[in-house]
């Protein structure tokens, strides 16, 4: 019997890198997990299938007027057909956009385009699903290392993650009295296409210098943190950054 058997999780971005692995982690524990991307995340469904788990894939845009409500949406319309229960036990805010830029390149229109993604939709996700996140579930959103140390060719996606750090802490607050935990999780670098310079063996080699295990993060790594913080073993633990970066830049 799984940890989660009997409960619906929600995963944005779960076609590739760390929310593929995030899903396949949750259908393992029992949960039915419904994966939202902008691309068809048809192997994710497919894996998580042959493995015996349950998933159905939902395909939308993030950063676009009425992402959130169409999520939402595209959500109920898929879910009476896998499960007699409505709404949603687990949230994991996962999708986003890498922005390797220094202040000086980064134009209005690179700005909207990250914020939209990795801080308004999550903010709205939410917003458009507290009527629909059952009582003593969980919210578990993505933040990053980047919002720890200074990255400045980094410095729209750090701002925009580090929205997401205040945006958990906050939202704990608020939902504590539905007994609903948010917590966060802050990856390192990760072996995952969002990074496509790390295809690059002397870079990837610097970048797998900076975990004390000298090894680059993999999605499973973080997948099973998350995995906790939907369990009820985090029953107590609630507006936490969580730092799954492999012990990176403790020296500095």
Request: no cysteine.
């Amino acid at each position: 019997m799984g940890t989660l058997d009997g409960r619906t999780a929600l995963v944005t971005g779960g076609a590739r890198g760390i929310g593929r692995g995030i899903a396949l982690r949750l259908a393992r524990d029992g949960a039915l997990v419904a994966v939202f991307d902008r691309d068809p995340a048809k192997e994710t469904v497919a894996e998580i299938e042959e493995a015996g788990g349950r998933a159905f894939a939902i395909q939308g845009e993030l950063g676009v007027p009425g992402d959130a409500r169409n999520l939402w949406s595209a959500f109920e319309e898929r879910i009476g057909e896998h499960t007699d229960r409505e709404g949603v036990d687990i949230l994991v805010n996962n999708a986003a956009v890498a922005a390797y830029a220094h202040i000086h390149e980064v134009s209005e229109e690179l700005y909207d385009q990250v914020f939209a993604v990795n801080a308004k939709a999550p903010f709205f996700i939410v917003k458009e699903g507290l009527s629909r996140l059952r009582d003593g579930g969980r919210i578990i959103n993505l933040s990053s290392g980047v919002t720890k140390v200074a990255m400045p060719d980094l410095i729209a996606y750090s701002a925009a993650k580090g929205s997401i750090d205040v945006l958990t802490l906050t939202l704990a607050q608020e939902l504590g009295s539905r007994g609903i935990t948010v917590n966060a999780v802050a990856p390192g670098t990760v072996d995952t296409p969002i990074h496509p310079w790390i295809k690059d063996e002397e870079r990837r080699t610097l970048a797998a210098g900076y975990s004390v295990f000298g090894r680059l993060g993999q999605p499973a790594d973080i997948a099973d943190v998350v995995g906790f913080l939907a369990s009820d073993d985090s029953r107590w633990v609630t507006g936490q950054v969580i730092d799954v970066s492999g012990g990176s830049a403790l020296a500095v």
